[in-house]
């Protein structure tokens, strides 16, 4: 598709200044480009390049890459995994992958895009977390998301997805405020939260006055959570850090809301478009110091876990263990559907590197059920000998 960067250059400067380069600097319109690809302005003298101060700023890649990567996460309707991408991509590291996808991602929200109008359906739902029923540990680990989504007629049109703390009044009518436009018909469950809803500047209507289980009155954003939730769970298999949650649904609300056969085509186009409009991301913003604090994408695949710990373990009375070390492994554990060695022994480690006295106290470890733990999961403790407390 994009054969040479020559190519690559032309269509990318194209798709910046749609009307011609124009300088950063003073506006004017007269450049003159030089053999090293920089555009010198004849007026005040300013040179730029084809990628600063946009998404693509100071890269370290082929603009060849740029967009065969994007060519690969609009190619499929669901898009791909970091997983799938670096196979696609024949990347070396998972790691790196991942990075292109959460950078792909910053630019799949316009800047002060509009708000939804017209008659909305609003609700919360969780998702990631243990399977439910399975452990019977209810919403613990789950995130909250807050969905708004257009009614038309029988089907769905935008939809707007927040990733929220809670479902107090306050979290869900600044919800609405930030995504909907003031004026317009507002339909929500009975969930007392809502109530200032028309003291917002909105026409509200509540569809239903318990929250029991029946039939189904909000059923374009139960639609849409349905099909989030199968995202989550099919292209990622459930494997979302809480931290980076809103870059997912960042993604789906854009995919959603192009779902259709028309608006598919121009994904790929909008895609790149708003990358060259977006202004840069230091590569310490997606996974600060380099590493990633997602341990948890599927691609560390290691044998399952048979050790398990449960939140209210005996071990949680040490105070300092729980804080430091158990209770990430604890969150390792119950914010994903697998378990694996691997991935906890991230965890610990990525800890013991951020958190000197996370380290200290492993050094100090010398209770037996401590050292056992940690020998559980590959760890050595210390060389101190536990003493005789059994
Ligand atoms: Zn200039």
Redesign the pocket.
């Known amino acids: 598709m994009f054969q040479s960067e020559e190519a690559c250059f032309s269509y990318l400067a194209a798709m910046r200044w749609p009307t011609g380069v124009e300088?950063s600097?003073?506006?004017?319109s007269e450049l003159w480009l030089s053999r090293r690809r920089l555009w010198e302005?004849k007026?005040?003298?300013?040179q730029q390049s084809l990628t600063e101060g946009t998404l693509l700023h100071r890269t370290r890649y082929p603009l060849k890459t740029w967009l065969e990567v994007a060519w690969h996460v609009c190619e499929q309707k669901n898009g791909l995994s970091a997983l799938g991408l670096q196979r696609a991509m024949g990347f070396g590291s998972y790691h790196t992958a991942w990075e292109w996808l959460h950078r792909m991602r910053r630019a799949m929200v316009l800047p002060g895009r509009n708000r939804l109008t017209g008659e909305v359906e609003v609700d919360e739902t969780f998702v990631g977390g243990v399977k439910p029923g399975k452990r019977g540990r209810g919403a613990y680990g789950k995130s909250l998301v807050f969905i708004a989504a257009e009614i038309h007629g029988v089907t769905i049109g935008r939809i707007r997805l927040k990733a929220i703390p809670d479902v107090t009044a306050e979290t869900l009518l600044n919800s609405i405020d930030e995504l909907v436009e003031r004026g317009s018909d507002i339909v929500t469950d009975g969930l007392s939260s809502y109530v200032g809803v028309s003291a917002r500047g909105y026409n509200h209507t509540v569809s239903r006055h318990t929250p029991q289980v029946g039939k189904n009155l909000l059923p374009h954003v139960h639609r849409v959570a349905a099909l989030l939730k199968r995202w989550l769970q099919g292209t990622h298999q459930g494997a979302v850090g809480r931290d980076m949650l809103q870059y997912y649904l960042d993604e789906f609300v854009f995919r959603f809301n192009r779902r259709s056969s028309s608006s598919r085509g121009l994904l790929f186009y909008r895609l790149i478009q708003q990358a060259v409009a977006h202004q840069p991301v230091p590569i310490t913003q997606i996974s600060p110091k380099g590493q990633s604090t997602e341990v948890i994408e599927p691609g560390l695949r290691t044998k399952k876990s048979t050790y398990t710990l449960m939140p209210n373990s005996r071990m949680n009375n040490n105070e300092p263990l729980h804080r430091f070390v158990l209770a990430p492994i604890i969150r390792a554990q119950t914010e994903n559907i697998r378990t694996e060695d691997l991935r906890i022994k991230t965890v610990i480690l990525s800890m013991k590197r951020i958190n000197p006295f996370a380290q200290s106290y492993l050094r100090k470890i010398t209770a037996r059920q401590d050292i056992e733990l940690l020998e559980s999961l590959g760890l050595k403790a210390d060389e101190t000998k536990p003493t005789n407390r059994q």
């Open positions: 300088c600097n003073c506006r004017r302005c007026n005040c003298g300013h």
